[in-house]
């Protein structure tokens, strides 16, 4: 009886860890759940993160497929849906695929705050970035129709600062890292390293 026990203790450990790699992190790089190179955007995961209104697929991201350089998200918002304001040190493009709405942008970045954005109209077939560090916030400020974008940004995972308003300094706006659809992989990744 007595040497049965360390195999049966190694085959508790392995069913252990599978639970865990099955429980947790299904779409993190970790243990991706879609190995395939063309993959269908229909059948990736969608969630709001907890932020109602809005639907995120990370298209290929640095957490989720072990991107270095780029990250690409789709996103939907509904109407009266917005992002907050907020930078980050990465460059970012957006590209509207449905809908419009409008870009709020603070672009002098030498005052002690953003201040009163700069108003853009976005719409259907456009295209925009945002400069490094500039504050900004994308809202859909259409009654009737989602708006949604491609976004692509540079040097992933996200490190977004968050500001409660326009006028909040800039050495009072809140880093929030892992963003919100970066948050399930962070704390898988240091579940593996446990
Ligand atoms: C992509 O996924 C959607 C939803 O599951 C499905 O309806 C569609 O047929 C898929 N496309 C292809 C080409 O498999
Ligand atoms: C966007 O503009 C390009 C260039 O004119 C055009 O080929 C494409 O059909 C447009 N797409 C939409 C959705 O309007």
């Known amino acids: 009886m007595a040497e049965l026990r ?34 269908n955007i229909s059948e990736l995961p969608q969630d709001n993160y907890g932020r109602g209104g809005l639907s995120h697929i990370t298209v290929a991201g640095s957490f989720m497929h072990g991107m270095k350089e780029v990250e690409v998200w789709l996103q939907t918002f509904s109407p009266g849906t917005r992002t907050p304001i907020h930078r980050h040190s990465c460059e970012e493009i ?28 976005i719409f259907s077939n456009s295209t925009f970035h945002i400069p490094v ?36 300094p800039h050495t009072a706006a809140k ?3 892992p963003y919100y659809w970066d948050e399930e992989c962070v704390q898988a990744s240091r579940k593996d390293e446990l």
């Not at 860890?17 to 099955?22: H, T």
């Not at 449905?98 to 002690?112: E, F, I």
């Open 175 to 177: 880093l929030k890292y």
């Open 94 to 121: 957006f590209v509207v695929l449905k809908g419009s709405g409008t870009l709020y942008l603070a672009s002098d970045t030498h005052g002690k705050y953003p201040g009163t954005p700069q108003e853009f109209s």
């Open 6 to 39: 360390p195999h049966f203790a190694a085959a508790a450990a392995a069913l252990l860890l599978l639970l865990a790699a099955v429980s947790g992190a299904s779409h993190c790089s970790s243990s991706p759940q879609d190995l395939s190179l063309v993959k």
């Open 133 to 168: 560090n500039d504050v900004h916030q994308v809202w859909n400020t259409n009654k009737h129709e989602d708006l949604q974008v491609l976004v692509i940004i540079s040097r992933p995972p996200v490190k977004v600062f968050i500001y409660e308003d326009w006028f909040m």
